[in-house]
């Protein structure tokens, strides 16, 4: 029995063992259960909107605490702990964007207690609903501004509506301040925006941007510090133009420093590194960056100094690289004769040019002259002073003699001395007869012409004598007093006027001139004076007419050779009046030019012809004809009173009155009254009163007239017609 029994107790051994070893542990909270049996499953993720999306995930397993969440795009985000009941988290985060969407990286677990269950993981692209953009580095970094962009690789799931660049003194800019973005248009591609309006020595976080209908997504951030003000940086101009008192030089600055340049210039001493303190070992060049050019004055000769090119910001000066220079010692000047030109036999035009006054200011110049070589400025009587400093200058030379040979140099006097150009020879030409040209003959008339002549060479001595010279026959010459003139002396043009010539007569003219050799005449010209004539004349409009006057006159324009000894017009009711009637015309004067007539004794309304007049030996010639009416004027009347007298009742009229309407001229006008009137209620007059009663008598009538209501108005009637009183009105 007792194998039986050991038997058995084996057999109970053997399978609680094989049942121990082969117990299977579901329970999470049990750290001997596998840990993957109760991890999540169907982890996904869903793009909702701007750096949003929507993770889901599945659970078989109830008997856990929750779930961790850790987003591993990003190494330093913390893990999230998630209620054991939720399927689902909403995550906020900043998203990689990539060439095929946004890279999105979770890992899920789920815990009971302190065990924990394996990890799944979501490492996928996903296309975005917002636009993928990148930023930019920061280029052009300057105190106030910046250069920035960005790329937009892919405009989402709708058009890109705009881009561009923000930024802040604070991480993750956003495009919500105007003051701290760009907007650079719209669609994909790359863009560069400018920086503008910056703080200096700043930290800025700047983003690029692309928005389009389901929101706005920022590329990295990149950030960069603007510049910070210093002194400006500058570079001295290579020395130029040295002299014994001044050189010239200049600057060049490169940058502001940001802040702008308020002077600038070059300073100078005979000591090394000069600087702006002296006012008068420096310039002052206008402000500004860029290149300028210095003008160094009043140094001392043969002496070295030290410069700089300086300039100023807000925040200091600087200077740039220093030179050194020695300038000249002073020394007479250096000069050239010019070539002698327009020799005569008394006189030359010479000259010279002063290229380099020897540092000193040349006080004296011109030219001198001798019969000898190498002739000085010693003789006064021999040299000319034309002026001072460098450059060219002329010298005209005088007072020489004829057929002579000179030796002539320039010369130039500084506080050193005086110095000599290159000597050159020349011989004055012999004396000769003038050349003369006549002039061209004009404002012939009957007994004068206007000509002169142009004396274009002395022939080396001067003019003693000039004109014009006339005769009846060729060639005429100044031999007889009474057919020249004399117009002065000297070369040049002048005028002459030839009188007390003979009507219609052939005359021929030359210019004459004459120096000490002889006389040269001109070139022959020949004209006809021109024939007596009745003059020309105009006649005045008439103006100032009244009822017995008015004004005229007229234009003498040509005497017709002969002088005018009367003028004047003359007036007629007939068509082309004469001077035939002395009591119609006027004298006013002789001569030719413009006169005044004043027209009188003329009678009222009448048309009158007149013409301007004017006599020589010749005759007497009319300008034009015009006509002219005399002013006629209307009587005065005036409507004095009117009554009415009852008269007694009569067989056809009844009642009856007598109708006493009176009138009284107080001006007859121009002409006799020859009819007066009394008119009822504008009719018929009631008739003429017995003639004409004379100024200021009154003219009455006293018809009998039924009762009623009557308009009386008195008239008077002259030659010029008829004029009326004021209607009197009266009712009985």
């Given at each position: 029995m007792s194998n039986y029994f050991v038997k058995i107790i084996s057999f109970f051994l053997f399978v609680i063992l094989f049942c121990k070893c082969n117990r299977e542990f579901t329970n999470p909270y049990d750290s001997r259960t596998d840990s993957s049996i109760w991890e999540p499953h169907n982890l996904d993720i869903t793009i909702e909107g701007n750096n949003q999306v929507r993770i889901t995930w599945s659970q078989n397993e109830e008997r856990i605490d929750g779930f961790i969440l850790k987003n591993n795009n990003y190494s330093t985000?913390?893990?999230?702990?998630?209620?054991?009941?939720?399927?689902?988290?909403?995550?906020?985060s900043l998203f990689n964007s990539q060439n095929c969407g946004v890279q999105f990286n979770y890992s899920l677990k789920a815990y009971a207690g302190e065990n924990y269950s394996d990890e799944i993981?979501?490492?996928?692209?996903?296309?975005?609903?917002?636009?993928?953009?990148?930023?930019n580095p920061i280029s052009n970094i300057t105190l106030n501004s910046a250069f920035c962009g960005g790329n937009v690789t892919n405009s989402g799931?709708?058009?890109?509506?705009?881009?561009?660049?923000?930024?802040?003194?604070?991480?993750?800019?956003?495009?919500?301040?105007?003051?701290?973005?760009?907007?650079?248009?719209?669609?994909?591609?790359?863009?560069?925006?400018?920086?503008?309006?910056?703080?200096?020595?700043?930290?800025?976080?700047?983003?690029?941007?692309?928005t389009n209908s389901y929101g706005t997504s920022y590329g990295n951030e990149v950030s960069f510090t603007t510049q910070n003000f210093f002194s400006p940086t500058l570079t001295t101009a290579v020395i130029s133009n040295i002299s014994s008192n001044s050189v010239q030089t200049g600057g060049n600055i490169s940058n502001d420093g940001g802040a702008a340049v308020t002077q600038r210039g070059v300073c100078w001493s005979t000591s090394p590194n000069p600087t702006n303190g002296n006012v008068n070992f420096m310039t002052i060049d206008g402000s500004g960056t860029g290149n300028f050019i210095s003008n160094v004055n009043n140094l001392n000769p043969n002496t070295t100094y030290y410069l700089r090119a300086y300039a100023t910001n807000n925040v200091g000066t600087s200077y740039g690289n220093e030179f050194s220079f020695t300038t000249q010692s002073l020394f007479i000047p250096n000069l050239s004769t010019a070539i002698i030109s327009n020799i005569s036999s008394n006189?030359?035009?010479?000259?010279?040019?002063?290229?380099?006054?020897g540092g000193a200011a040349v006080t004296q110049r011109g030219v001198c002259?001798?019969?000898?070589?190498?002739?000085?400025?010693?003789?006064?009587?021999?040299?000319?002073?034309?002026?001072?400093?460098?450059?060219?200058y002329q010298s005209n030379v005088n007072n020489l003699n004829p057929n002579t040979t000179y030796y002539l140099r320039a010369y130039a006097t500084n506080s050193v001395g005086t110095a000599y150009g290159n000597e050159v020879s020349f011989t004055t030409q012999s004396p000769s007869i003038p050349t003369i040209i006549t002039s061209l003959i004009s404002n012939i008339s009957t007994s004068s012409v206007q000509s002169g002549g142009n004396i274009t060479n002395d022939g080396g001595s001067l003019i003693l004598q000039r004109g014009v010279c006339w005769s009846t026959s060729p060639n005429p010459t100044n031999s007889n007093v009474n057919f020249m003139t004399l117009d002065g002396t000297g070369t040049g043009n002048f005028i002459s006027n030839i009188n007390n010539l003979n009507p219609n007569t052939i005359y021929y003219l030359r210019a004459y001139a004459t120096n000490s050799v002889g006389t040269a005449y001109g070139n022959q010209l020949s004209f006809t004076t021109q024939s007596l004539s009745i003059p020309s004349v105009s006649t005045t409009i008439i103006s100032n007419i009244s009822i017995n006057s008015?004004?005229?006159?007229?234009?003498?324009?040509?005497?017709?050779?002969?002088?005018?000894?009367?003028?004047?017009?003359?007036?007629?009711?007939?068509?082309?009046?004469?001077?035939?009637?002395?009591t119609n015309i006027t004298t006013d004067g002789s001569g030719t030019g413009t006169f005044i007539s004043n027209?009188?004794?003329?009678?009222?309304?009448?048309?009158?012809?007149?013409?301007?007049?004017?006599?020589?030996?010749?005759?007497?010639?009319?300008?034009?004809?015009?006509?002219?009416?005399?002013?006629?004027n209307l009587p005065v009347v005036n409507t004095v009173s009117v009554n009415a007298i009852y008269h007694s009742t009569h067989p056809t009229l009844g009642d009856s009155y007598n109708l006493i309407a009176c009138g009284v001229v107080t001006d007859e006008g121009t002409s006799a009254i020859s009819q007066v009137m009394i008119w009822l209620n504008g009719g018929v007059g009631l008739g003429a009163v017995g003639g004409y009663p004379g100024l200021n008598i009154n003219f009455c009538i006293n018809p009998l007239q039924p009762q009623g209501t009557y308009d009386v108005q008195a008239s008077a009637t002259n030659a010029c017609g008829t004029s009326y009183g004021s209607v009197l009105t009266i009712t009985f």
């Open positions: 985000s913390n893990p999230v702990f998630i209620n054991k009941n939720l399927r689902t988290y909403t995550d906020n993981i979501y490492d996928n692209c996903l296309p975005s609903i917002l636009p993928l953009i990148t930023t799931s709708s058009t890109v509506t705009s881009k561009g660049i923000c930024w802040s003194t604070l991480p993750n800019p956003t495009n919500n301040n105007v003051n701290f973005m760009t907007v650079y248009g719209s669609g994909m591609g790359p863009f560069t925006s400018n920086l503008t309006n910056l703080n200096s020595n700043t930290i800025y976080y700047v983003r690029a941007y692309a006189s030359v035009v010479a000259g010279g040019n002063i290229s380099n006054d002259w001798s019969t000898s070589p190498s002739p000085t400025n010693s003789n006064v009587n021999f040299m000319t002073l034309d002026g001072l400093g460098t450059g060219n008015g004004q005229s006159g007229g234009d003498v324009t040509y005497n017709g050779g002969s002088s005018v000894i009367q003028r004047g017009v003359c007036w007629s009711t007939s068509p082309s009046p004469t001077i035939s009637n002395v027209v009188t004794n003329l009678n009222p309304n009448t048309t009158y012809y007149l013409r301007a007049y004017a006599t020589n030996s010749i005759g007497t010639a009319y300008g034009n004809e015009v006509s002219f009416t005399t002013l006629c």
